[in-house]
């Protein structure tokens, strides 16, 4: 338990919830693999768990940390003033970079293989390296998600430098236009890195957009996903 988090929290509550009786709060600071924070009612006490990432910051930033955790735990509106304070702390570029290392010392990504039963994602991706990025991208680790998940049909993640896709394209009725199609959209995160402005992430920046439409068959391949 953190005895510096505890009084910050009970203060929050005190704010939202005037009138009713304190909680027991339980705050810590947690190694978290990300800047998560997370809050729950566990036999009558409060558990509150802040990213280690967040340990070096103010109080102020703390507290609109615990206002908005306490706020969504009760469902009171969050202040935008405190909202605005939290996400202007953790989009800063000290904090950012932080997060990142972070996210590849303690992180696990679960890299299968590119080489599925059907589709060889590292060809792929050379081909469209050398079909529209002048062979200049460097290829991340290309790989087939463990499962065959139709909610998340494919991400790039920067901390592993990893292109995943979902295993449920992996299979003899699918076009390869669509499998080209997602491999080009993350080659294109690779290219274009998100980036924060006015404290907002923009992850599909205009440049994005305009190169996202170069892929000849775009309309083809976001039907077929439509219809997935």
């Known amino acids: 338990m953190s005895p510096r988090l505890v009084p910050i929290f ?5 704010e939202l919830r005037p009138r009713a009786p304190m909680p027991e709060f339980e705050a810590r600071f947690y190694p978290f693999s990300n800047i998560n924070n997370t809050i729950r009612v566990r036999q009558g006490r409060v558990l509150a768990r802040v990213s280690d990432l967040l340990e070096g910051a103010t109080d102020d930033v ?3 940390i615990a206002h908005i955790l306490v706020a969504k735990l009760y469902r009171k509106p969050i202040d ?12 800063g570029k000290a904090v950012r970079n932080k997060a990142e290392l972070i996210r590849q010392v303690r992180g696990r990504k679960q890299i299968d293989t590119a080489r599925g039963h059907v589709y060889d994602l590292e060809q792929i991706f050379d081909e469209l390296n050398t079909r529209f990025f002048h062979g200049l991208l460097g290829r991340p680790q290309m790989t087939w998600s463990r499962s065959h998940a139709r909610n998340a049909l ?6 592993h430098n990893a292109i995943v896709v979902s295993r449920v394209f992996d299979e003899p009725p699918v076009p390869r236009c669509a499998i080209e199609y997602i491999v080009y959209h993350e080659m294109l995160h690779l290219k274009h890195p998100v980036k924060v402005r006015s404290g907002r992430r923009c992850v599909h920046p205009p440049q994005f ?3 996202e439409k170069l892929f000849p068959e775009l309309v083809a391949a976001k039907s077929f996903l439509k219809r997935l």
Do not use: C, F, I
């Open 154 to 159: 494919g991400h790039y993640d920067p901390a």
């Open 209 to 211: 957009q305009a190169e």
């Open 80 to 91: 935008s003033r405190l909202n605005k304070r939290y996400r202007d702390h953790v989009t």
């Open 62 to 64: 703390l507290h609109a």
């Open 10 to 14: 009970q203060q929050a509550y005190r």
